[in-house]
């Protein structure tokens, strides 16, 4: 049904357009410097796909015509082995410049350039993860495997050549019960208009969190976020986020040391945070800052962790994580990574660390590709509460990652990693197998 519904969608959005008469473009106009094409060509020049005027040049920030522009697609079109992104790239421009195009003989149809707005994309992950703690008693290792599915449609749209839409869509399911019950049903993840300018670009609605990911994972938060800036870049962002998914360092923040009772009716935090970032040949780093802030009441005992605070008197809590990331890439098939953050607002488990060395990497469009890591990690839970990491190390633990990604057939990523470490409050050994196939579309 929900298939059906897409389809139908997606032919009368093509068929409406279809039936508009346009005029040819003027071919001699210009195109317009702030253009997305000009980044299209660029990228594509880098990879050796397109040339540029007959010096190889593209003749500093002068702006070209459309024709001359298509000139360009067309050589681009003609070359059969180009990887699956840059044919994307290529296909978009041809959409674009495709009255140009048909001019030189070269054939567009007009209804690709209409269908190229609506873009579908996504994946389905199939991963297994086995745990093991220590515990504190006689009673040996707990072991928990869980078998789960994720299918995920990730539609982007054009809306002109400044702003898109995107939306994230996740159906999950645990193979081991064949669950069907409303926690794995369809949810909207995310829903933002992006608008694109030249060293500009801002986001609006549920979206991706993209400041730090030691600290944060991309879980996403309703709001803002701001870039500007070309080799420095500065981002902004602000908005209100569901803090439940911090676990115990939403409510433990300011020093608590036992497991965390929260059972209050407020599950919304105050979200803003800034980031600076600069790219220098083989060296990218950044600083970040983010803040949290809620307010909530208790029943219950929970008050006795708050000084001077009565049951069901409104408590207040804030989280302040401060973080740097710093990479370095020797050459094409080394790099090393460093990070750390810091809860500034915590009492114990205020810090988190990374320290990863990488070799090659798998690449999605191009089979028999892989790649290999080591890491150290330590993240204290109140600097870290639900790190991008959590498929090795997870939020609360310390210890040695190491994995492996490998492309057995093109747009089939298969991902194995192993943790050996401890739980950081508990003290006990931990560890963890992580297994996952992705298969994109």
């Known amino acids: ?81 180009v990887s699956a992104a840059d044919k994307a790239m290529i296909d978009k421009l041809a959409a674009e410049f495709a009255d140009e195009l048909n001019n030189l003989g070269v054939r567009v149809a007009n209804l690709e350039k209409h269908a190229d707005n609506v873009k579908w994309g996504g994946v389905l992950e199939y991963t297994y993860t086995s745990t093991r703690h220590d515990q504190a008693n006689e009673n040996g290792k707990t072991k928990k495997n869980v078998d789960e599915y994720v299918f995920r449609l990730e539609p982007v749209a054009e809306v002109n050549d400044h702003w898109d839409v995107h939306a994230r869509l996740d159906a999950n399911g645990l193979m081991d019960s064949d669950s069907g019950n409303s926690t794995y049903d369809v949810n909207l993840k995310r829903a933002w208009a992006e608008g694109h300018y030249k060293n500009f670009n801002v986001k609006l609605g549920k979206l991706p969190n993209s400041i730090n990911l030691i600290s944060t994972t991309d879980d996403p938060y309703s709001g ?135 070799y090659k990497g798998a690449e999605n469009a191009n089979k028999g590709t892989w790649g290999a890591y080591i890491a150290y990690r330590k993240l204290g839970q109140y600097a870290a ?14 210890g040695v990652e190491l994995g492996f990604n490998w492309i057995p057939f093109k747009n089939i990523l298969a991902v194995a990693k192993y943790f050996d470490g401890k739980d950081i409050a508990a003290d006990k050994d931990a560890s963890k197998i992580f297994g996952r196939f992705d298969f994109f579309f």
Not at 40 to 50: E, F, N, P, Y
Not at 61 to 78: C, F, G, L, P
Not at 385 to 398: A, C, E, H, L, N
């Open 385 to 398: 509460p639900w790190s991008t990491y959590g498929d090795g190390v997870d939020g609360g633990q310390k």
């Open 224 to 358: 803002v976020e701001m870039t500007y800036g070309s080799k420095w870049k500065a981002t902004v962002a602000a908005g209100r986020i569901d803090d439940s998914q911090f676990g115990d360092m939403g409510r433990g923040a300011n020093g608590w040391t036992e497991t965390n009772p929260f059972d209050g009716n407020n599950d919304t935090a105050n979200y803003q945070a800034i980031k600076v970032a600069t790219e220098q040949g083989k060296f990218y780093g950044d600083v970040a800052y983010q803040h949290l802030s809620s307010t909530f009441t208790q029943s219950g005992d929970i008050a006795k962790y708050y000084n001077d605070k009565k049951v069901g008197e409104p408590i207040d809590w804030k989280a302040n994580i401060w973080s740097l990331l710093a990479s370095y890439r020797f050459d094409k098939n080394s790099a090393l990574k460093a990070e750390y953050a810091k809860n500034t607002e915590a009492d114990n488990y205020d810090n988190a660390y990374s320290f990863e060395y990488d």
């Open 1 to 81: 049904m929900k298939k059906t519904l897409v389809s139908a969608l997606t032919t009368a959005l093509v068929v409406g357009a279809a039936s508009t008469t346009f005029a040819a473009a003027n071919p001699f106009s210009d195109v317009p410097a702030d253009h997305w094409a000009y980044d299209a060509v660029s990228q594509l020049a880098a990879d050796g796909v397109i040339e540029g005027y007959g010096d190889t040049t593209f003749q500093g920030d002068k702006s070209i015509t459309r024709y001359e522009m298509a000139q360009m697609v067309a050589k681009a079109m003609a070359k059969t082995d």
